[in-house]
């Protein structure tokens, strides 16, 4: 079985009462031997009360920590070997996050003090770290929106398009800050306002179906059907040159196809 160590002091009392990162790694050196354990490194983090929490990206910020982590993406771990638990974490919210790491890796902890810890183990505790991992896991997916939704908001306020992936008619560049037109599926857009002005009682399916004859295709290569007619039909104003994102209603910065 291949396994990384994992030590950690977080004061000089505890260095005086034994447990000093030396101490921790010769316990791990001599415990692997006797299992008969492939150990790969140890890792170490000093000087480090408790474990602080990024919560930004909700993580533990130990530099050692993030360094295990890094390597249990690249090489192939059974387990992580410590002294006792308290050297991964001291409290809850902490014990969530390796939890949710270690198992994102397929990684279990291996405790020398404590012999039958497994993180994969049934208890009472698991009700709660489950349920707590996956409120934080949906916290930090209602985060991320937040931020991306203010930062559009931002953008569309300047005259930007806030939107993800480039409407139809038009490209994204990596780098530039407003999308431009793209010719041929703009030429397309203008066909389908000029079929819908020349003929007002044509349906969406009948504009579509004269779109394939006329050998248009959508952005994916298919043939049109009402579904991407309506579409372009709806994005009126912003073909125009008039960009509404929620409330916010703004001159784009990019070029009006029609």
Known sequence: MNVIGYVRVSTQGQAKDGYSLAYQQDEIRSYCQEQGWNLITIYSDEGISGAKVNEDALEVDRIGFQSMLSALST?????????????LWRSDIVKV??????????????SIEQPTY??????????????????????????????????R??????GGYAGGRATFGYKAKKGQKCIQIDEKQAQIVRRVFELKEQHP???????????????????????FTKVQVKRILDKRDFYSGTYRY?????????????
Do not use: C
């Not at 090489?75 to 050297?87: E, I």
């Open 246 to 258: 929620g409330d916010i209603e703004a001159i784009v910065l990019h070029e009006a196809i029609l």
């Open 201 to 223: 009682t044509w349906t969406l399916t009948r504009i579509a179906e004269l779109l394939n004859e006329e050998g248009f295709t959508t952005g994916q290569g298919s043939l």
């Open 97 to 110: 996050l390796v939890h949710r790491e270690f198992k994102k890796h397929g990684v279990d902890v291996r």
């Open 75 to 87: 090489q192939s771990v059974d387990a992580v070997v410590v002294l006792n638990t308290s050297r």
């Open 118 to 151: 497994s993180i994969h183990k049934k208890d009472p505790n698991d009700f709660l770290i489950n349920g707590l991992m996956e409120l934080l896991d949906q916290y930090q997916r209602l985060e991320i929106a937040l931020k991306l939704g203010r930062g």
């Open 153 to 158: 908001n931002q953008k569309a306020q300047e």
